[in-house]
Nanobody, 127 residues
Framework: VQLQASGGGAVQAGGSLRLSCVAS????????IGWFRQASGKDRESVSA???????YFADSVKGRFTISRDNAKNTVFLQMNSLGPEDTATYYC??????????????????????WGQGTLVTVSS
């Protein structure tokens, strides 16, 4: 599976961005998709994820501010990020999981559940 993330950029605090993750190489509807981020000098952390059936997961730090959706016809997952703050500054990565939902669904935040990763897209939020 090949993944292409886009939509990053520079925005002021309180602003919004929408990230996109386009997948190819496998039937998209069979893939769960996760978003992760890594800030400079920090460990990678899970942000959000969406199952093949549309169930969603959000890290506590982004609940109420971020939404995730998928458009299977366009092989794309979207991460809508609102009320951005400087703490959201990071490189954002999307990842795909081919694990069965019963397995993936137990720990959608765990990087080990994902077997394909895209390149990152940088999000910079200034105060």
């Amino acid at each position: 599976v090949q993944l292409q993330a886009s939509g990053g950029g520079a925005v002021q605090a309180g602003g919004s961005l929408r990230l996109s993750c386009v997948a190819s190489g496998r039937t998209f509807s069979t893939l769960a998709i996760g978003w992760f981020r890594q800030a400079s000098g920090k460990d990678r952390e899970s942000v959000s994820a969406i199952s093949t059936s549309g169930s969603t997961y959000f890290a506590d730090s982004v609940k109420g501010r971020f939404t995730i959706s998928r458009d299977n016809a366009k092989n794309t997952v979207f991460l809508q990020m609102n009320s951005l703050g400087p703490e959201d500054t990071a490189t954002y990565y999307c990842a795909a999981s081919s694990y069965a939902g019963s397995v993936w669904g137990k720990t959608p935040w765990a990087p080990v559940m994902y077997d394909s990763w895209g390149q990152g897209t940088l999000v910079t939020v200034s105060s």
